[in-house]
């Protein structure tokens, strides 16, 4: 039987997983088996900018964490598994979503997005989402259409005015 101190040790990283999950806007579980170390390096380095990281727990202490917090992953526990905590939402799944297509042995199997499990399909959705930037460049060229055809109409009026008088 296992040492009181060793189960204490398991019990502490836990903790440790559950506590990381719970304070994580995304959570993202997948394969990195085949990466070098400085590619390893690489991305943690890209995710640490974003206050996020990357962790490597063993499989059977990740189930108990997610058993415990009620969430069925049990499918995708088999073989080496790297975790993303991200702290944002949508940049640290964009950086690994960038990632995986750069270096085709990083394999996204699934993620936890705001409490609820998400398949890959719908962390590739949240990968082509816009940066916040790009959305309210969006948004701003939409506008700026409305704002076009009012000055051109304001324009078409005053001359029409003008030419009464």
Known sequence: ????????EKKEIVSEIIDNIK???????????????????????????LES???????????????????????????????????SLLEPIK???NYAKDHDKLNIRVGIISGDVASLDVIKEYANIPSREGLLTMLAGGMIQYVKDLSISLNLYAEKLEGKE
Request: proline share 1%; hydrophobic share 45%; aromatic share 6%.
């Open 95 to 97: 950086v690994i979503a």
């Open 1 to 8: 039987m296992a040492s009181e101190k060793i189960l204490n």
């Open 23 to 49: 304070n994580s806007e995304s959570v993202i579980l997948f394969q990195y088996q085949g990466l070098t170390v400085a590619e390893m390096t690489e991305l943690r380095n890209k995710l640490n900018e």
């Open 53 to 87: 990281s990357v962790r490597i727990y063993k499989n059977t202490l990740l189930k108990r964490a997610l058993d415990e917090l009620k969430i069925n992953m049990d499918d995708f526990l088999e073989g080496p598994n790297a975790i993303l905590f991200g702290k």
